[in-house]
């Protein structure tokens, strides 16, 4: 279990979260994907599972960009929603996402997936789920992760300034409640999974619509722009 979650979650996330992750229902979450990882491959490895918290720390964070639950194959999710590490091929909601960027504001695609750029200049890269078992998307969903990741988006909720939230698809649309549209910009929108894209996604411009609300808050917009890793 120990090897599942810091004693202290890091990004002075402790601070507003300790409470949850001491609960018995967390020492049972904890348990159950600790069991799942001695019979089967689990996703992220586990230094990586609060990837999200440590890259963005909750003083700093002014996006929230929601997932689901992570990558589901060898190699792809790292504890940043829809990102990958470097040398791995972005996944295709991941190739959608750099679609509508590029169309969105000028985004140069770059020849790698790993969004750790943004989640350094305040944009949490967020699962509803953290974990899950090798080639089965929704294995740890229900099991204990949502009420963890309903008491972040609270928090954010709840902290002064303007948070703007990012909801994609019906799954991160049913946050909302968790969020009051009073206080905060909320960006509802089409999934960008190949499933769902052409149905809205494409053409919706999320992202000059992030740096807008951002500006109009007295915030510095985000550069979406993400660097190549490979010299030449």
């Not at 099991?143 to 928090?155: H, L, M, P, Y």
């Amino acid at each position: 279990m120990a090897d599942e979650a810091p004693i202290t979650l890091p990004g002075g996330w402790d601070e507003v979260l300790g409470d949850e992750v001491r609960q018995p229902g967390f020492a049972r979450l904890l348990e159950f994907v600790a069991e799942e990882r001695r019979h089967h491959r689990v996703y992220p490895p586990p230094e990586d599972v609060f990837n999200a918290f440590r890259c963005t720390p909750f003083s700093e964070a002014k996006v929230l960009i929601l997932g689901q639950d992570p990558y589901h194959g060898p190699g792809q999710a790292h504890g940043l929603a829809f990102s990958v590490r470097p040398g791995v091929r972005p996944p295709p909601s991941l190739a959608n996402i750099f679609r509508e960027l590029r169309d969105d504001v000028g985004f140069r695609i770059p020849d790698n997936g790993c969004l750790v750029p943004w989640a350094t200049q305040g944009v949490l890269l967020l699962n509803a789920v953290l974990t899950v078992r090798e080639g089965e998307p929704g294995s740890h969903a229900r099991k204990g992760w949502e009420r963890f990741t309903d008491a972040a988006i609270r928090a954010l909720g709840r902290r002064p300034g303007e948070v703007v939230f990012v909801l994609w698809g019906a799954h991160a649309r049913r946050k909302l409640p968790l969020v009051d549209p009073a206080r905060h910009t909320v960006i509802e929108g089409v999934h960008p999974s190949p499933l769902s894209a052409n149905r809205g996604f494409f053409g919706s411009r999320p992202f000059s619509r992030v740096n807008a609300a951002l500006a109009r808050a007295g915030r510095t917009p985000i550069d979406w722009q993400l660097p190549d890793v490979q010299a030449g």
